[in-house]
């Protein structure tokens, strides 16, 4: 200042000092410290189970959607049990059966978990749906229409349930099949099968 001088310490925050170092130790700590952040951020972030194969889209972040599409996930739109309005779903069905006959069996064994512990799936002859409630078994078909143009099948299908059951059901995927299968036994839809099942287990 004109013909004087003063002495001037300029010091950085932790933030600055960070940024601007090139001291080989700092820098080898700096990026030991963002792979560790980067690896408790993901640890963190996915906490889905890749087997479950049933998600609501709403419940999940978007690194978990991403994960689960990149483990063969698809996202579907489905009216959830109870009726309502559509809502996403992110599911794993295998090849053999649709996208609704999935989240169908999935959704009830859901809803029935919250009442027995005992809830068993199949993909063969059997129902696609067994349970509990108290000491009678009880045998759930979701159907498709599929089984509709197969009547010996279908006639196979409902001797089996009527002899190994203590009572059984169809749950149609689409609301307008109620009508033909209720002629061949109890039928029910994603909007009333709840109502039913609550039934089981009243006592």
């Not at 972030?45 to 990149?70: H, P």
Request: hydrophobic residues 35%.
């Amino acid at each position: 200042m004109e013909n004087e001088h003063t002495e001037i310490r300029s010091i950085a925050s932790k933030e600055e000092h960070l940024l601007i170092t090139t001291n080989p130790d700092e820098l080898l700590k700096i990026d030991d410290a963002d792979e560790t952040q980067q690896d408790e951020k993901e640890k963190v972030v996915i906490k889905v189970d890749e087997d479950k194969g049933f998600y609501s889209k709403k419940n999940l972040s978007e690194e978990e959607i991403k994960f689960l599409l990149s483990k063969g996930y698809v996202i579907s739109s489905h009216v959830p049990l109870g009726g309502g309005r559509q809502d996403y779903y992110l599911l794993k069905p295998s090849t053999r059966e649709s996208n609704g006959h999935f989240f169908l069996v999935r959704a009830l064994e859901e809803y029935l978990l919250s009442f027995t512990k005992y809830v068993r799936l199949y993909e063969t002859n059997k129902p696609d749906i067994i349970f509990l409630a108290g000491r009678k078994k009880i045998a759930i078909e979701v159907e498709t229409g599929v089984l509709l143009k197969d009547k010996p099948r279908m006639d196979e299908k409902i001797k089996a349930l009527n002899k190994n059951y203590n009572d059984w059901f169809f749950v149609v995927v689409h609301s307008d099949l109620a009508y033909s299968y209720c002629k061949l036994g109890k039928t029910f839809t994603r909007k009333n099968v709840c109502r039913q099942i609550r039934r089981y287990f009243k006592k």
